[in-house]
């Protein structure tokens, strides 16, 4: 088989926990197994970087950015393929370049355009290990590039898909995907299996294990992925097209966001177009809307809600006042006191009672749902952000420990 | 004008001291030069990177080893860019691999073969400032490999000889070349000018100031060099095919070299081929030679001396001893308490009275010369090591302070 395994910057932050992912590598290759592996920049070194960036210049340009920060995963690579050296192992280190990773001309967070696999295949056929820097390729003008935060798991899903790998396994600290945060509910089981779909909402909802964009290129490509752990010998979550269900259950997990703050519209003019308008405002300012619902008020206005990430919430308000006389509306209010709950479940689409169960569960938490959205795989609340935990574990027992 | 400058690691260790180099590049740009600039890792970065490895492998391969330390001079000159940038100047860092700077597959001391300047010139004619990583090229593999000890220099002449650039300077912590060690000689003068001849008779006899091997590149491709300080802006001494000497004198420079040892094969057989057979026991142990004498003895033996390298002195030793049958001798005896001093000068070959000036100046400081040996722009004397200072104040004072 072909194996493309990722680690990530906490995996390879000194030189025993090089090691302890050396002898994981090794003993996949002892398998009989090809294995290409990608790897982060050690622990610190980006932010150790950026630092000194810093101290020169506080806006840098994107380009020479790039330039300094891909040398991070250059130097875990080769000290990687030293340590399995030392193992007497064959191993050989690539940069994005070498590896052929081609990437748009965006700086910062470049998207991979295509995989020139000639020299990977010719080491893979060497029956060397192969170890390629994530996170960065070229683009057009040979120039360095990075793909972003999680870039290192769209480097490993993008060589596994060109390699047409039969296996892509990220090694992370967690040991899987779990039905909610373990470290907050005691009970959550590890999933054996779920979908790209429910992967996907629980991974935007704050369950930070897969960078979507990695998880939306498995999707599209049909790479299965294994999520577990680099401490932990044990199975992880596989994420793929169809997954079992968990025992009976509709849904695969839950989890919970707590960067969000809902800003209100109040007295929009209920003309058409008036929505829009408002919505497109906050669009321009680049951020992004999630969650709306409009109530009708008690003469030619309506109160408009919807719900942003916290952190753009001032940006979301300076757009909105800034064409306030073009869109028409009375004023604004923000709410950063708030948080997403959400269901998540590939099975919730072919069933009913999911919701009302876990309108159930919140109730009889005495906790307020402040709104309500649904899509075929979710559905999420908003609630107080301090009765947030209590929520998690008031839906986790109701759907998985009763 | 095109103007190649070089910066070393110290001149690059932190920020101020970028910020201090990038107002030399910025001075130079900003007459209208077109300006490459080659730089070599910030201080201690390569240390440090060595000593990482050191923890995982004790012996690392030399392509391992190079993907490692080639990471050092692409940070430095992604954070010279961006204080360019900073300075609202135009900058672009490129890698070896970008700058096209193609060499051979030796790791670790790899000959650059070739300079493909398509890109290097693109940047220029966009008047931008090139900024080049030195030490370092890719080889046919698309491997990164480094040029070994003093290879940012070999860079810079490199560049400026494939880019036929008008000037190359190399900027150092000393102010130029020097009749001999400004920090023991007090009353030692800068050299405006020296041939590469006299400059590579120098750097041989431990006046560190250039690597040979860039010295040999440049006088090969006739690019003059300029030696001077990223510290102090005054003309530094020029490296060219032709030089006025200093005043009517005929010698360029003093220099000693104190990593030296005298071995002495006693009683060598006075037979066809003995000399050889020893001497190539020493060659096939990989130990240069220097300064050969041989002495008649009263029986049908010689006693042969030779001046290696000090830290090669027991290897070379070894060598003999194992051979000694096949030699022929009757012991050896190793001295490596001495120092060669040589004065340089290209005037000296159409000029008698060097040397005897030369000895009546050791002569006079009652220093006792053991070995000479005599090349056409160079006499080199065998002292006892601890008036090597002495005996360079003496000689000094005599050529130049009369």
Redesign the interface.
């Known amino acids: 088989m072909l194996i493309v395994q990722k680690f990530g910057g906490s995996s390879v932050k000194d ?1 025993d926990r ?2 302890s992912v050396a002898r994981i590598i090794a003993e996949t290759f002892l398998l009989g197994h090809d294995v290409v592996v990608v790897l982060s920049a050690q622990g610190d070194t980006t932010d150790d ?1 950026l630092a ?2 810093a ?4 806006n ?2 994107m ?3 790039d ?2 920060l ?2 991070g995963e ?2 875990s ?3 990687m ?3 399995l ?2 193992m007497d192992l064959p ?3 690539l ?1 994005g ?2 590896a052929g990773i081609r990437t748009d001309a965006a700086g910062g967070a470049a998207r991979i355009r295509r995989v020139d696999t000639e ?1 990977l295949r010719r080491e893979i056929d060497k029956r060397r290990i192969v170890l390629v820097t994530g996170f960065q390729g070229v683009n057009k003008y ?2 360095y590039t990075t793909l972003g935060r999680g870039g290192s798991d769209t480097t490993a899903v993008a060589l596994a898909a060109a390699l047409h790998a039969d296996r892509c396994q990220i090694y992370t600290d967690v040991e899987g995907v779990y039905t909610a945060d373990p470290r907050k509910v005691p009970a959550a089981r590890k999933l054996e299996e779920i979908t790209y779909d429910e992967m996907l909402e629980l991974a935007s909802m704050g369950a930070q294990v897969l960078m979507n964009r990695s998880v939306e290129l498995a999707k599209r490509y049909g790479v299965e992925l294994e999520v577990l752990s680099s401490y932990v010998r044990a199975p992880g979550t596989k994420v793929k097209e169809d997954s079992k269900p968990v025992e009976e259950m509709k849904i695969t997990g839950i989890a919970k966001d707590e960067n969000a703050a809902r800003i209100t519209v109040a007295r929009l003019q209920d003309k058409p177009g008036a929505a829009f308008r408002a919505l497109n405002a906050v669009a321009r300012a680049g951020v992004n809307v999630d969650m709306i619902i409009q109530a009708s008020g008690r003469d030619d206005t309506n109160d408009m809600s919807f719900v942003v990430a916290e952190a753009d919430a001032d940006r979301a308000m300076a757009a909105l006042e800034e064409r306030k006389a073009a869109i028409g509306f009375d004023h604004l209010t923000a709410d950063k006191n708030i948080a997403k709950v959400s269901v998540v479940g590939a099975g919730m689409m072919s069933s009913v009672g999911v919701a009302s169960l876990m309108f159930e569960a919140l109730t009889d938490a005495h906790i307020n749902i402040q709104m309500i959205s649904t899509s075929e795989i979710k559905i999420s609340c908003v609630i107080e952000r301090s009765a947030a935990d209590r929520a998690v574990a008031a839906i986790h027992g109701k759907f998985f420990e009763s």
Chains 1, 2 share one sequence.
């Open positions: 030189a090089i090691r970087l000194k960036a101290e020169l210049n506080r840098p340009s380009r020479e950015l330039m300094l891909t040398t250059q130097q690579v080769a000290l393929a030293m340590c050296e030392s191993a050989v280190s940069t370049w070498q020299r040979d120039d």
